[in-house]
Nanobody, 121 residues
């Protein structure tokens, strides 16, 4: 089995910072792209940032310049450093990972359970 587990959410004031972490565990051969998505109440889940296995990041427009995604391949972890947080960043943040479980299986899409980030004004 494969698990993807987020941590690090919480309550922060506007202008503050927060770092989210996500760990993948279980039967894993390789991890391709990893990323962070978020879903605010009444809205669709949206991309925040992704990062390739080689470390190349892609950011959404709202995240660019304020958030930094990084990963540690040895630890099977991905991080999201969020600075200059705004109330509109309030959402449940989900970790996503494209994981190949064995050398003969294809890549599958795994999601964490989500972690709440609340930014107060």
């Amino acid at each position: 089995q494969v698990q993807v587990v987020e941590s690090g959410g919480g309550l922060v004031q506007a202008g503050g910072s927060l770092t989210l972490s996500c760990a993948a565990s279980g039967t894993i051969f390789t991890i391709n792209a990893m990323g962070w998505y978020r879903q605010a109440p009444g809205k669709q889940r949206e991309l925040v940032a992704t990062i390739t296995s080689g470390g190349n990041p892609i950011y959404s427009g709202s995240a660019k310049g304020r958030f930094t995604i990084s990963r540690d391949n040895a630890k099977k972890m991905v991080y999201l450093q969020m600075n200059s947080l705004k109330p509109e960043d309030t959402a449940v943040y989900y970790c996503n990972a494209y994981i190949r479980k064995t050398v003969i299986t294809g890549t599958e899409d795994y999601w964490g359970q989500g972690t709440q980030v609340t930014v107060s004004s």
